[in-house]
């Protein structure tokens, strides 16, 4: 059977293929404990084809290292963060479908994905939640610092511009994931990442006509 993704864009090839063909990357955006991560463990598991689920907290995860000051500690986050979209770039660019979880906090985080990645070949999902239920997730889990999804609330989203958006307050993981699944088979054109770029305006214009992919 033909999975949605294969159905949409035609971009999927079989595990056979010695020719890597484009790739697909699901960037799931939202502050920490919007429930990314448990959408995406969704996501994977329902796509019906191969797939990558790249979570930076694995990437942060996999660092080692001494304690440092924390001008130092600036610099190699920052670093890790870079190497994580170089790391996603790269398997999309061999023709994965790669699912990420993503904390859009800094703007240059936007600016560094948007250079690296085929505006094309991204599906951009907002991930909100009320910031009660953001707290309240926060204290009962235990491993985040007091207030970090109250100082991302405003700066996550501030772009502004998704292909699709969930709301983790009213649904659950496995509603999200099967809109966003859904979403997969009707894909339009200009992507949020096309909007976002450079020449966002002018694509915009020229697209507003084109119909949606063949689902």
Same mark, same amino acid.
């Given at each position: ?75 190699? #986050?920052? $670093? ?8 996603? +770039? %790269?398997? =999309? @660019?061999?023709?994965?479908?790669? *699912? ?33 239920? #953001?707290? $309240? ?8 610092? +007091? %207030?970090? =999804? @109250?100082?991302?609330?405003?700066? *996550? ?59």
């Amino acid at each position: 059977m033909t999975s949605p993704i294969s159905e949409a864009d035609g971009r999927a090839g079989s595990p056979d293929s010695e020719q890597a063909t484009g790739g697909l990357i699901i960037f799931l955006n939202g502050t920490s404990s919007s429930g990314k991560s448990s959408i995406a463990r969704e996501l994977v598991r329902i796509l019906g084809e191969p797939c990558f689920h790249m979570p930076v907290d694995a990437f942060h995860a996999m660092r080692s290292g001494p304690e440092m000051a924390p001008d130092q500690l600036s610099v190699v #986050l920052k $670093r890790t963060w870079m190497g994580f979209h170089r790391a996603v +770039a %790269g398997m =999309a @660019a061999a023709g994965n479908i790669v *699912v990420v979880d993503h904390v859009l906090s800094e703007p240059w985080r936007l600016h560094d994905c948007l250079a690296l990645f085929p505006p094309q070949d991204v599906v951009l999902v907002g991930v909100r939640c009320p910031l009660p239920e #953001l707290e $309240r997730r926060e204290q009962a889990r235990g491993d985040r610092p +007091a %207030g970090l =999804a @109250a100082r991302q609330f405003d700066r *996550v989203h501030a772009h502004g511009i998704y292909d699709i958006e969930c709301d983790t307050g009213s649904s659950s993981p496995t509603e999200c994931a099967q809109k966003i699944k859904a979403f997969l088979r009707r894909r339009t054109t200009p992507t949020a990442f096309e909007r976002l770029g450079p020449g966002s305006l002018a694509r915009t214009v020229v697209g507003r006509d084109r119909t949606p992919l063949p689902s």
